[in-house]
């Protein structure tokens, strides 16, 4: 069972990236992500947090990040998990489930 709070950051706008079509928005992903954690891992503590690339952000890594994006060095949504980079553009739950695990979260049969 983890102990630590994790902390996983989405990294999206509110527009649809041109090279994802059909995906889901990066609000959408944030809540699919958010619902799909809480089943596999109940009861187990985790930060997540959504960053619009376009809001006036206070966190230099985070702006450092969102400029990145911008940049189109990654495709949004991007997922963090504590720091590393876990997904861009179409997320799965593999990778992102695979990086839980590895701070220590057990999921649940």
Known sequence: MATNKVKIEIFGAEVVCASCVNAPSSKDTYEWLQAAIDR???????????????????????????????????????VMIEDEMIGEGYIQLKPVFNALEKHGYVAQA
């Open 40 to 78: 596999k891992y109940p009861n187990q503590p985790y930060d997540i947090e959504y960053i619009d690339i376009y809001s006036s952000i206070t966190d230099a890594r985070q702006q450092g990040i969102a400029e990145q994006v911008q940049n189109d060095e990654f495709f949004y949504p991007l």
